[in-house]
T-cell receptor
């Protein structure tokens, strides 16, 4: 009964490679997110999708391309990996606050277990 | 832009004692939401507690409670009867709705160690 799942949990790869991280949520949420946690544990939003539409793009290099095939899935593809891309990447999801009827707490974001990416 | 500051990089508390983690934020918004998330060594981000800015009453969740001071832009987390399982990084976060978007802005975290 996993709510937000990510695959893989660990990813080790060489510089210059292309890799993808997958995220799925079974909470029936409309909105999904990608966050990056750097080596100092600082968390920063990268992207947000609402019902398959890109809503937030926080000046992330265009080597990062999110794709949302449906509202339950948000994948992250990274081209030409660099050493600085090493981090933990978290997927999250929430209900769309506009469609939740104003019900309290429904826009709370729930996180996946994270994917630790190591670029060598 | 919003900023969230956690001025205590590390804290330690003995089991069964009470500890308070500090958080301040900067915003010109009137409607927003504040959260505390916990990240244990397992790496999972776990919601601890949520506070709506329009509410004067402080949120509580079992052993966890907040002291929300809107005018001072302060949002501290109190953990009562600390347990070993409370050992984790704790992140304070700010959220506001902008059009169709909601994004969390996190503080730098406080590492809490609960000792015997």
């Amino acid at each position: 009964d996993t709510a937000v799942s990510q695959t893989p949990k660990y990813l080790v790869t060489q510089m210059g490679n292309d890799k993808s991280i997958k995220c799925e949520q079974n909470l029936g949420h409309d909105t999904m997110y990608w966050y990056k946690q750097d080596s100092k544990k600082f968390l920063k939003i990268m992207f947000s999708y609402n019902n398959k539409e890109l809503i937030i793009n926080e000046t992330v290099p265009n080597r990062f391309s999110p794709k949302s095939p449906d509202k339950a899935h948000l994948n992250l593809h990274i081209n030409s990996l660099e050493l600085g891309d090493s981090a933990v990447y978290f997927c999250a999801s929430s209900q769309d606050f506009r469609t939740s009827g104003g019900a309290e707490g429904t826009d709370t974001q729930y996180f996946g277990p994270g994917t630790r990416l190591t670029v060598l | 832009a919003q900023t969230v500051t956690q001025s205590q990089p590390e804290m330690s508390v003995q089991e069964a004692e009470t500890v308070t983690l500090s958080c301040t934020y900067d915003t010109s918004e009137n409607n927003y939401y504040l959260f505390w998330y916990k990240q244990p060594p397992s790496r999972q981000m776990i919601l601890v507690i949520r506070q709506e800015a329009y509410k004067q009453q402080n949120a509580t969740e079992n052993r966890f409670s907040v002291n929300f001071q809107k005018a001072a832009k302060s949002f501290s987390l109190k953990i009562s009867d600390s347990q070993l399982g409370d050992t984790a990084m704790y992140f304070c976060a700010f959220m506001k709705h902008t059009g169709t978007a909601s994004k969390l802005t996190f503080g730098t975290g406080t590492r809490l160690q609960v000792t015997l």
